[in-house]
């Protein structure tokens, strides 16, 4: 194909049928901190795991809210949990518990016990 020197970029419009708002809101509710992130990629910036793949936890919890779950698990196991994240958020944002539980929604688990409250029970 010929280079034009730019690309097309995928559709980023979301589909507000399928947004499966119930995982969203299971979310929330157990990581009730994550209410007060605003986007500033703080987490991104700081992550253990962004210096040696292309992981980016930004751009992760923001798909997960819009209901892009393409490859997130997948893209989910390349964090190590060390907590960098968590640390560095300018709002106080539990990062750590967040990855875990969208691990645990992805996967389907009923009974999540992790709680941001609670603290991290792996
Ligand atoms: S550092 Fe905190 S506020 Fe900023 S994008 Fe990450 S989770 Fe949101
Ligand atoms: S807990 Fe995961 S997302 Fe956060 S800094 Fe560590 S490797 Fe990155």
């Known amino acids: 194909m010929k280079d034009f020197g730019f690309t ?6 979301l589909d507000l049928d399928n947004l499966q708002q119930d995982r969203v809101d299971k979310l929330l509710e157990l990581v009730p901190s994550y209410k007060l992130c605003i986007g500033c990629g703080g987490c991104t910036a700081s992550c253990s795991a962004a210096g040696f793949t ?7 919890h923001t798909s997960f809210l819009r209901a892009r779950y393409d490859d997130l698990d997948k893209q989910l196991q390349k964090c190590m949990l060390c907590g960098k994240c968590t640390l560095v958020c300018p ?7 967040l990855i875990i539980n969208m691990r645990r929604i992805l996967a389907g688990v009923d009974s999540v016990t992790v709680n941001e409250e609670k603290g991290v029970v792996l």
């Open 91 to 97: 709002r106080g944002v539990n990062t750590r518990a």
């Open 8 to 13: 097309i970029s995928k559709g980023r419009s």
């Open 54 to 60: 292309d992981f980016n936890i930004r751009r992760i």
